[in-house]
């Protein structure tokens, strides 16, 4: 079953907190990766990584630089899981 | 004053060692006599022929938040823990720069390690088998390049007036420390922090090592297996950790009013050209480094008080080293309090010239001489004065020090270091 836009930001914020140690409750949709939750570049591709594990979902190379929040990424999941 | 006779001088230590987490509990350690080898558990080494190792006393994931540790490789997570400790001994308060007593652009970093990151290479050539491709860390590349920590040790203070990583195999500390020392001396930098790094206790390096002869294979008795210069010695006991010291110029450390531990006169480098692993039994590549030694800094080995020995427990290796310690001191040797501290933090290959320029220091801060534990029947042919079971005092006055330290290929690097 597709998860819901909340489930996939409760997972997003899991995720940043494991990766970049950001508490849960800051990663908010409108957070950039790069300028508010300390996700620079090669920690973005860990986040895509495991965000492709928890959601079944593919974000190919090119699409992850259109990612810019965490409400860009939580839209591309929402639409293209499996 | 011309660049090139600058005075440099240690206002700053830091450590992370087998028998300690930070360069204080250390030194306690070292003069205790405390072996930091141990039985390695973990059924990864179950069918290994050496299943022991000097593990680092404290982990660093004990030390460093977890986001950060997961980018580092073991062997920065080391070097990163003992520059903040250098670097805070030093007395600075933050980054160059927002530290106004130290420009970024006349602040250096170089931090070497003999092998790089080898556990993170081969923790995700296991991913990568297991796994799969996409499953292997974006951080790889940084985490297993040499440069690794160096590059993070210069983040991390904001160094810019150049980082760099010198590669000689287990001489790769010291040479950092003397490649500091020039980059001061040429006008290159004011400050310089250095040493060295080493983290690979992992199966497949203890296998290779294991496999050229090179370690002890007393796994009932880990912590009696490094004994340098003793009749029955058997090879080295692979250790881990960093040592790192903040050098600068004593005009630099003067004008923070900084506290000095000690001055480094300099360093004397040559190379055997003989065998790739093999040391040069005569000891003659040795002697060149120590001669270059007494030619660049102008010591006199009646100066000389004490020898941080580089002796890593090994027939031949040992042997050679006090050859050329007679060969160039002569008579002068007599005088030397010489210590083996592998005998208690093992061997940390590229990062055991940064820990034992720190004991050297702290050495003769203090006036006293670390033991060499382990020592119940001395070589007959060791003709030096091995400071055996319990630490020695040192003069009173200005009292020189030697630490060796010599790497696989037929480095040699020694450094010479005064009191103040």
Redesign the interface.
């Known amino acids: 079953m597709a998860a819901t836009q909340e489930e996939i930001v409760a997972g997003l914020a899991e995720i940043v907190n494991e ?3 950001i508490p849960v409750e800051d990663v908010q949709l409108d957070k950039s990766f790069t300028d508010d939750l ?1 996700v620079d570049s ?2 973005m ?2 986040v895509v ?1 495991a965000a ?1 594990e928890r959601f079944d979902v593919k974000i190919p190379d090119d699409d992850v630089k259109e990612l810019k929040t965490v409400g860009d990424a939580a839209s591309y999941i929402a639409k293209h899981q499996g | 004053m011309s660049s090139t006779n600058r005075t440099v001088v240690v206002t700053g230590i830091g450590a992370t060692t087998p028998l300690g987490g930070d360069s204080a509990s250390t030194w306690e350690a070292l003069l205790a006599g405390r072996s930091g080898a141990r039985t390695l558990d973990d059924e990864r080494y179950a069918g290994l022929p050496v299943r022991f190792a000097a593990q680092a006393a404290v982990d660093p994931s004990e030390v460093l ?4 540790a ?2 580092l490789d073991r062997s920065a997570q080391f070097a990163l823990i003992a520059a903040r400790e250098a670097w805070a001994d030093a007395g600075y308060t933050a980054r160059a720069g927002e530290d106004t007593s130290v420009d970024p652009d006349r602040l250096g970093a170089v931090v070497a390690s003999g092998i790089g990151g080898i556990t993170s290479l081969l923790d995700q050539y296991d991913s990568l088998r297991d796994k799969g491709p ?2 292997v ?3 790889t590349v ?1 985490m297993m390049m040499p440069n690794g920590p160096s590059a993070n040790v210069g983040i991390e203070i904001g160094a810019r007036a150049g980082v760099h990583t010198p590669v000689s195999a287990c001489a790769s500390g010291a040479e950092a420390i003397g490649y500091a020392v020039e980059m001061i001396r040429t006008g290159r930098a004011d400050v310089v922090i250095a040493g060295g790094t080493e983290a690979t206790i992992h199966p497949l390096p203890i296998a290779a090592f294991a496999n050229m002869m090179a370690m002890s294979k007393e796994n009932e008795a880990p912590e009696k297996a490094s004994r340098p210069f003793d009749k029955t010695r058997n090879g080295f006991v692979m250790g881990e950790g960093a040592g790192l010291i903040v050098l600068e110029t004593a005009e630099h450390a003067a004008a923070r009013g900084a506290r000095v531990y000690a001055e480094v006169l300099g360093q004397g480098i040559s190379s055997d050209a003989y065998h790739i692993t093999a040391p040069e039994p005569t000891g003659d590549g040795i002697a060149a480094a120590l001669r270059h030694l007494l030619e660049n800094t102008g010591l006199k080995p009646s100066e000389v008080v004490h020898v941080n020995a580089h002796a890593t427990s090994t027939p031949l290796g040992d042997l050679g080293e006090i050859k050329a310690l007679r060969q160039v001191f002569g008579s002068d040797l007599d005088h030397m309090a010489i210590s083996a501290t592998k005998s208690m933090t093992g061997h940390l290959l590229g990062g055991a010239g940064g820990i034992e320029t720190v004991a050297t220091i702290l050495a003769l801060h203090h006036r006293i001489a670390p033991p060499t534990i382990n020592l119940t029947e001395l070589d007959d042919e060791v003709d030096a004065d091995i400071v055996r079971d319990k630490p020695r005092p040192l003069p009173e006055g200005t009292i020189s020090a030697v630490n060796d330290s010599f790497g696989f290929g037929g480095h040699n690097v020694v450094l010479a270091l005064r009191s103040v």
């Open positions: 990766i970049a140690g300390d090669l920690s591709v860990e990584v492709e | 938040p977890r986001p950060l997961r980018k996409r499953k860390s974006p951080h940084p």
